[in-house]
């Protein structure tokens, strides 16, 4: 028998976010990996450090920023030594020491020593009352000089100066910030947005003295001889203080590194898998320097967690390669958001609106169409939009006119909207799929300390199912943490089973032939060795996109409805949609259908939006028997269950009506035809009308045709679901073969470039219209060569599932389970 493995030994010092949300990490991978002991200088748990200003504010209580109690290390056999700092550690002999004498061995260490406050080195810093602002303790110090008419001096203009600045004066002090620049928070904002921010905060009474420096902190005389009674800047003003709060800055708290010889240049050096020199030693947050950076936000350190997790659980297939970071902040409730390179140089420019009167400033910095710094100030409902647009590298030329006026001007997705989520009352949902309100989301957000989408999906379901209401979560997530928040990084992977995005995945799956989804997941180095409902589904479209006629459909890798080829109701029976070309159909078949509906004792039959007809209520045992009659009544699937082509609605055109210019009943029949049994990315809908007058609704389809005297105009990415979104216009064409050409092209641009689960809107406002156009319409050679990949992949796809189900494929899907029999006595 092979023996069991000893449980090795980890040691994490500094039990601040970032070390523990690796633990927590390392925790979900590998439970019974590590005997592991953690290190805190501080006599506490773990605390969200970032909410420290509420807690200066009495917006919050210590104990409402706990994250984990002691109990929590106990529960999972953690061993906390809280208030013992390690002072030593010795590399070769693998040991950390604290001061007292003790320690413990280890046979992997992580460093997560954060980072220390900057005292600047002038006369009287060392009086009492001089206070930095770092930790809880220095948030009990200023509680305890804090008091109504005395008076407080904060050096530093920066966020956590202001943050304090903010407390203090809640507390009933006279406070004045003294900063060294011209502008507040100028690592964050332009001097209009700073100047603006300075205005605003001098209306609620505090006092600034700006391009001041402090040249020496005075003691009192006689019996406050030790203690701080003013400030004196440089040209000799004197500012009295009963507390002074420096906020000059941190540095990476680096020494116990660089004492055990670990290189360090301003943080401590660490690789993509944040690896130290010495390979028994792991390092995280912002203690850390990687790749020249060195980071502060929520968002990058989480990131690191989570890969350095992967390589203590000995996985070793996470990278960490940085992080574009964003700040919204809330600084005594104004609006502040900024993100990227926010100064343009000679080779980018300048976008810039500002309307004083009611105390709004926005800039962006575009360069290369693609926009690469913001300044938000007094109005942030954007800020998430601009950094996703910024992140992902969007084009912005084709809505760069109405660009800052916001994402409410320029479309919606079916993930905008987030501009209104301030305004909605608690009960409003969010989550129609799901059912998740408002209030319950921000609850979960404060309760469960959840700082992530993700997180807020694990714990609400709130945007886990068809995603329209992502950007709402987002921006609940925005408002309620402020800073905390960061947008997610540009890397995201396709899910928890994989460090890989949709596309790195879909490269793979074409570069290196593979063709199953086995084979994908063997490549890839698949944490999870069967992937989850989220990865599989997935995995099945892009095998059967890249290798038409090779792959062969997975039908464990799809949802009950695609398995079924029937949509599930509420009370468990199934609907069943035929396809009916182009929307027109005869007295024969309604004949059929009516005595099927009769046969099978149908209880419903209901014309559909895309005017089909549905028959509601039937039995799961039932349906392939009612395919087999369709079948025989000349029917094929229409495909209302599946991520799949599913309708091309039409009017009458100019055959019947007065105002018809073209035959939009005779090409919405030909489209159908073409398109039918084509899987996508997302359900697809078309729609021809016969004139401008557009009564087949066709300009908030997928692919609409508006038929004029002198031809067809193509429109695209419209979306009538949850969120409507109009169509852009694509182009204009003569001829009806121009029209299916430019159809087909533009599907299968959308199959090969559309992540699983995107509509056609959200990939289009992704990729850019611009591009679009120029892969279907400016470039004939691309157009033609993504029509013949789409006729290709159409001979293989164009097969009736209900006809081969009728026949006895998968036969087991359908026959009902029967309850097992209790066993008779002997």
């Not at 997560?112 to 009287?124: E, M, N, Q, V």
């Not at 203090?168 to 928070?185: A, F, I, P, S």
């Not at 084509?678 to 557009?694: E, F």
Request: charged share 25%.
């Amino acid at each position: 028998m092979r023996p069991r493995r000893a449980r090795r030994r980890l040691v994490l010092v500094g039990n601040g976010m970032a070390g523990v949300r690796a633990i927590e990490e390392l925790l979900e991978l590998a439970p019974n990996l590590y005997d592991i002991t953690v290190y805190g200088a501080e006599p506490h748990g773990n605390y969200n450090r970032i909410l420290l200003s509420p807690v200066l504010a009495r917006e919050k209580t210590f104990d409402d920023i706990m994250l984990n109690r002691a109990e929590w290390y106990a529960e999972r056999g953690i061993t906390l030594r809280a208030g013992a700092e390690v002072v030593c550690i010795d590399r070769a002999g693998r040991r950390v020491s604290t001061a007292d004498g003790s320690g413990a061995p280890y046979d992997r260490l992580l460093l997560a020593t954060g980072s220390t406050p900057i005292l600047l080195p002038i006369p009287g810093s060392e009086l009492d009352g001089v206070v930095t602002y770092r930790d809880i303790r220095d948030v009990e110090r200023m509680a305890a000089a804090a008091a109504p008419g005395r008076r407080a001096v904060v050096i530093g203009g920066g966020l956590l100066g202001l943050e304090a600045a903010h407390g203090l004066q809640k507390r009933g002090m006279d406070v004045t910030v003294v900063h060294l620049c011209e502008t507040l928070m100028e690592r964050q904002l332009d001097a209009p947005a700073g100047d603006l921010l300075r205005r605003s905060l001098e209306e609620r009474g505090l006092n600034f003295r700006m391009a001041a420096r402090a040249a020496a902190i005075l003691p009192g005389p006689g019996s406050r001889a030790g203690r701080v009674a003013a400030v004196r800047l440089e040209g000799g003003e004197e500012l009295a203080a009963d507390l002074v709060v420096m906020a000059v800055g941190i540095r990476p708290n680096v020494a116990l590194a660089r004492a055990c010889g670990l290189p360090c240049d301003r943080g401590v050096l660490v690789d993509d898998t944040m690896q130290t020199f010495d390979p028994a030693i792991y390092a995280v947050g912002e203690c850390v320097q990687h790749r020249g950076a060195c980071y502060g936000l929520v968002a990058p350190l989480f990131e690191q967690a989570k890969v350095v997790a992967n390589h203590l659980a000995e996985l070793g297939i996470a990278r960490y390669s940085g992080s574009a970071v964003s700040t919204k902040l809330k600084v005594t409730g104004v609006d502040v958001f900024s993100a990227g390179d926010f100064i343009a140089d000679a080779d980018s420019e300048e976008l810039t609106f500002r309307d004083a009167g009611r105390g709004v400033y926005k800039k962006l910095v575009v360069k290369d169409d693609r926009i690469r710094g913001a300044v938000l100030y007094g109005d942030t409902v954007d800020g998430a939009w601009y950094f996703k647009l910024m992140r992902d590298a969007t084009p912005i030329a084709d809505f760069r006119e109405n660009l800052l006026f916001g994402q409410a001007h320029v479309g919606d997705s079916g993930t905008a909207g987030a501009d209104a989520v301030t305004s909605l009352p608690d009960s409003a949902e969010i989550c129609g799929c799901n059912g998740v309100c408002k209030g319950e989301i921000v609850r979960a957000i404060t309760a469960k300390k959840l700082f992530t989408l993700d997180e807020v999906r694990k714990h609400t379901k709130a945007s886990s199912s068809c995603g329209s209401c992502t950007g709402l979560v987002e921006q609940l997530l925005a408002n309620t943490l402020g800073g905390d928040y960061s947008v997610p990084p540009a890397k995201k992977p396709m899910c928890a089973c994989t460090v890989h995005t949709h596309e790195e995945v879909r490269q793979a799956i074409t570069e290196y032939g593979l063709k199953t989804i086995s084979a994908v997941m063997r490549f890839l180095e698949w944490k999870m060795p069967d992937g989850c409902h989220k990865c599989r589904p997935a995995l099945n479209f892009y095998l059967l996109c890249a290798w038409p006629g090779e792959y062969e459909d997975d039908r464990h890798s799809r949802l009950i409805n695609e398995r079924a080829h029937a949509n599930i109701q509420r009370d468990g029976t199934y609907s069943v949609v035929p396809r009916i070309w182009g929307g027109v159909t005869s007295p024969h078949e309604l004949r059929a259908i009516a005595d099927i509906a009769e046969k099978y004792r149908v209880p419903t039959v209901k014309v559909t939006g895309g005017q089909r007809l549905d028959l509601l209520g039937v039995r799961k045992e039932d349906l392939p028997k009612i395919w087999r009659d369709l079948n025989a009544a000349g029917f094929v699937s229409g495909h209302a269950y599946g991520k799949a082509l599913r309708t091309v609605k039409t009017c009458v055109g100019k055959e019947w009506c007065r105002f018809g210019t073209q035959d939009s009943t005779a090409l919405g029949i030909r489209l159908e035809r073409a398109a039918w049994g084509s899987w996508h990315p997302h359900k697809v809908k078309l729609a021809v009308s016969g004139c401008p007058r557009n009564c087949a609704e066709a300009t908030i389809k997928d692919f609409g045709v508006v038929c004029v005297e002198s031809g067809y105009e193509l429109h695209v990415g419209g979306n009538g679901g949850m969120k409507v979104r109009a169509t852009d216009f694509l182009c204009k064409v003569e001829t009806e073969e121009q029209v299916l050409e430019h159809c087909g092209a533009f599907l299968q641009l959308y199959r090969e470039e559309g992540r699983y689960l995107e509509r056609t809107a959200a990939w289009i406002e992704r990729v850019g219209l611009s591009h679009v156009k120029q892969r279907v319409v400016d470039d004939a050679a691309s157009r033609s060569a993504l029509h013949g990949r789409f006729l290709e992949a159409q001979r293989h796809a164009q097969v009736d599932p209900w006809a081969e189900r009728a026949s006895g494929k998968d036969v087991n899907e359908f026959v009902p389970l029967e309850p097992a029999r209790a066993a008779e006595p002997a």
